[in-house]
Structures are given as structure tokens and as C-alpha cells.
């Protein structure tokens, strides 16, 4: 199967876990209004993006269970794997939802953030937490009577948490509306994306596959975060070195992390390497609303040879990355192949 068919089988999935959650709601006596709000909001929120999280569930389990491609699965078994897939999808949902509105976003993935669609407003707040609740409740229908139906509350949880945890730091660190440098560092930045970003989009896609395949000895889902997490830090270095260093055409948008304060890998680079000169040049001008001051810092950017120290990181984790996954014990039934592939759809990406 093709990359898109891929995907666009995975979608065929979602209508019906709405149609299960919409059921949940009239069994509680809810009123067709409420029902219809929040089929809205699952269907706004949750099927938009680019579905890498929910599609790695999948593609981890082919890979576990030594399928040739994800059409070898049954039906029953790539209904339910693609469940978890679903579950992760909305767990992103419910971060966005909220994280747009404590950023005051206006858009998100081409269309008004749900809290700026007209008639939602605050109301975001609590389909947020109902993005989540939904999680928990396809969980307790499909796999409550699973001997690993645990795991997967334990999972979820644990990753909320961290995710969380990560947000929290970004957010007093880095406020848009007050800028100070000296609270950055690259051990913050270094919790802020192992924790908003690693756990939830790289360990917990492959953990949830594990226990589906029944790969579930506690050294196998170490061996597994060992390099997961590690490339989820190094996915994220990514994303800040190309907004700042990519153009819109490669990326698909206009990079913003200089204006936004950001906490990211470039800013924290620089100030490493700044003279007192350009250090007092991005005090002044980092995370300043406009096109001027974000144009002065990011010359700072340039002078200081930051593509070349990303150059020297990348292939450095790269290296390191590849020496761990060669070193996989599999003799329990865990596959450095899951791993590989992670790396490679990272390895040298320009979008």
C-alpha cells in the first residue's frame, strides 16, 4: 500500500468512532444540540492534520508482528490498532484545542483555531477536555478486557502528564508579552521538547503498538525510549532551525519563532556563542512584533555560523541514533527495524 492509501484507510476509521461517541451521549440523555456540537468538535479538531502519530501505531505493529505492509493485517486486527492510532489523534487534538488559546492563535492547519469558529469562543476550553474523555471511553469499549488494558490507561495518563509538564515550562520561560533571555538555556530547551513533544509523538506510538503485539517485557519499551526520545528532541531541533533557517515554500508557512519568543534550539545556540556585542542586539530585538528587530536577530543568526553547528548536531545524533538501534536486543521479540524507520522518516527532512 501506497503512502496515501495508507492514510486514507486509516480515515475510514474515524466516522465510526464518532458515530460511538455520539451514542455515549444520547445514552446520557444529552439533547441533539449537544450531540451535534460535539460531533462538530471531534470532526474539526481530530482528522486535519497529518496523521504521522495515529499511522505510526499502525506501522509499528506491521512491523512487530513481521507483516510485509499494514494490508496483511485483518480487519478486526487493523480496526483495533488503528483505534489506538485514533486515541493518540485525539489526545493531539485536545493539546491543540487548548494550546492555541493559551497562545492566542488565530489559525491552525489552514482554518480559525475551534475557539475563534464563530459561537465557540470559551466554550473551547471544555470540548477540549471532551476531546480527551473521548480517549478514555473508546479505550473502555474495545480493550477493556485485554490483559494489557493498563498499559494503555497507564500510557496515556503518564504521557498527558508529561506533555503537560513540557507546556508548563515553555510557557514561563518563553511568554510572548514579556521577553527575557536570561531565563533560556539549553537544558530548558532540552526538557521543554523532551517532554511537549518526544513522549506523545514518538514513545507513545510505539509503546501503544507493543502491548498490541504483545511486546511488553519492561527492557524492550526501555530499549525502545532510549531512541525515541532522544530522536523526538532531535525532530524538534529540526523544526526550529527550519523555521528560522527554511523558506515558506519548503516549510509551508512563514517561520515565527523570532517574533513569538520562542524557546527554541537557535536562540539557545546563539546565546552560547554571542559577544556581549550581540548578545545586547538580541536582548533588544528578540521577540519584538515586528519585521526589523526579527531581521537583526536573525543576521546575528547567520554571522554565527548556526547551519553550520546544526549541520555538526545532526549528523552527530544521527550517528549516535544508529550505534543504539545496532546495539537492540531482540531476542524478546522487539524490532530494531520500528526504530530505523523513525530515524529515516527524520534523518534530513526539509519540511
Known amino acids: 500500500m501506497s503512502k496515501e492509501d495508507n492514510r486514507n484507510?486509516?480515515?475510514?476509521?474515524?466516522?465510526?468512532?464518532?458515530?460511538?461517541?455520539?451514542?455515549?451521549?444520547?445514552?446520557?440523555?444529552?439533547?441533539?444540540?449537544?450531540?451535534?456540537?460535539?460531533?462538530?468538535?471531534?470532526n474539526y479538531n481530530?482528522?486535519?492534520?497529518?496523521?504521522n502519530r495515529g499511522l505510526s501505531v499502525v506501522d509499528t505493529y506491521a512491523i512487530l508482528k513481521g507483516y510485509k505492509s499494514v494490508s496483511e493485517l485483518s480487519q478486526e486486527e487493523y480496526k483495533k490498532v488503528a483505534l489506538l492510532g485514533w486515541c493518540i489523534e485525539l489526545l493531539q487534538a485536545y493539546f491543540l484545542v487548548a494550546d492555541d488559546m493559551m497562545d492566542k492563535s488565530i489559525t491552525r492547519r489552514g482554518q480559525p483555531c475551534w475557539y475563534k469558529v464563530e459561537n465557540v469562543g470559551d466554550v473551547a476550553i471544555n470540548d477540549a477536555f471532551m476531546l480527551e474523555a473521548a480517549i478514555?471511553?473508546?479505550?473502555?469499549?474495545?480493550?477493556r478486557n485485554e490483559s494489557?488494558?493498563?498499559?494503555?490507561?497507564e500510557l496515556f495518563?503518564?504521557?498527558?502528564?508529561?506533555?503537560?509538564l513540557g507546556q508548563l515550562l515553555d510557557l514561563i520561560t518563553a511568554p510572548e508579552d514579556k521577553v527575557d533571555l536570561s531565563k533560556f538555556s539549553m537544558k530548558k530547551h532540552s526538557f521543554i521538547v523532551t517532554f511537549k513533544t518526544a513522549y506523545y509523538s514518538f514513545y507513545l506510538p510505539v509503546a501503544l503498538a507493543m502491548h498490541m503485539a504483545g511486546i511488553n517485557d519492561e527492557r524492550d519499551l526501555k530499549q525502545a525510549q532510549d531512541v525515541l526520545i532522544p530522536l523526538g528532541e532531535y525532530f524538534q531541533i529540526q523544526d526550529d532551525f527550519l523555521d528560522c533557517f527554511g523558506t515558506p515554500e519548503q516549510i509551508g508557512k512563514i517561520g515565527t519563532d523570532i517574533q513569538d519568543n520562542k524557546c527554541s534550539w537557535v536562540i539557545n545556540k546563539a546565546l552560547e556563542l554571542a559577544t556581549s556585542e550581540q548578545r545586547k542586539?538580541?536582548?533588544?530585538n528578540y521577540g519584538q512584533k515586528n519585521k526589523t528587530a526579527e531581521e537583526k536577530c536573525r543576521k546575528i543568526f547567520y554571522d554565527l555560523q548556526?547551519?553550520?553547528?546544526?549541520?555538526?548536531?545532526?549528523e552527530g545524533i544521527a550517528q549516535q541514533l544508529k550505534e543504539k538501534i545496532s546495539r537492540i536486543d531482540e531476542s524478546r521479540g522487539f524490532k530494531g527495524?520500528?526504530?530505523?524507520?523513525?530515524?529515516?522518516?527524520?534523518?534530513?527532512?526539509?519540511k
Not at 18 to 42: C, D, R
Not at 46 to 51: A, C, Q
Not at 157 to 164: G, N, R
Not at 281 to 284: C, I
Request: glycine letters at 4%.
Open 9 to 42: 484507510k486509516f480515515l475510514k476509521e474515524f466516522p465510526d468512532l464518532v458515530v460511538e461517541l455520539k451514542q455515549v451521549l444520547a445514552q446520557y440523555g444529552m439533547p441533539q444540540e449537544a450531540i451535534t456540537w460535539y460531533e462538530n468538535s471531534l
Open 46 to 51: 481530530t482528522p486535519g492534520g497529518k496523521l
Open 136 to 143: 478514555y471511553i473508546l479505550l473502555k469499549k474495545h480493550f
Open 148 to 153: 494489557y488494558y493498563v498499559d494503555l490507561l
Open 157 to 164: 495518563h503518564d504521557v498527558t502528564f508529561q506533555t503537560e
Open 281 to 284: 542586539v538580541l536582548d533588544d
Open 306 to 314: 548556526l547551519q553550520k553547528y546544526y549541520e555538526d548536531y545532526e
Open 337 to 350: 527495524d520500528v526504530l530505523t524507520a523513525f530515524l529515516n522518516k527524520v534523518y534530513k527532512r526539509t
